[in-house]
């Protein structure tokens, strides 16, 4: 039997890995605005989660073998600070493109800039510091493998 289209749906569900990054697409629907039919603001922290979570996907990074113990011990991803700048609004119906891309892998530590975008037009930018944790709650090093795939690829 045939995969009637999944694989292709199932690569462009998880966006694309970029030269710069990260980028995904994501339709703005009713359950993401509030009454007066723009986004609320705590959903635009979940677009962006859905950015650099499958930007972890498409370079090999999966939450669940990493919880699983697929390196020896339980790892989970947390954000340690974020910094968030609101310039526009969405709204219903809108077609966004979420940016990821890494600026910098320190340690245990990974320092990534988001921008999600109405076409042309940047509506929100953040700046998140995230790290990987083992399952004692201390910081883990980064994977030699993993500052490889994070780092954007310059021209």
Known sequence: MGDHGES?????????VTAFGHRLMARVYYADT???????????????????????????????????????????WVVRRMEIDFRGSARIDDILTIDTRTEEISGARIF?????????EVLVEAKVEAAIIGENGRPRRFPKEWVAAFMPKLL
């Open 112 to 120: 990534m800039a988001q921008q999600l975008k109405r076409g042309e």
């Open 34 to 76: 509030d009454f007066s039919g723009v986004v609320y603001h705590a959903r635009y922290l979940e677009f962006f989660e859905r950015g650099r979570s499958d930007y972890l996907r498409l370079t090999g990074v999966h939450h669940t073998e990493l919880a699983g113990g697929k390196h020896g011990e339980r790892i989970v």
């Open 8 to 16: 292709a749906l199932m690569a462009g569900l998880s966006g694309a």
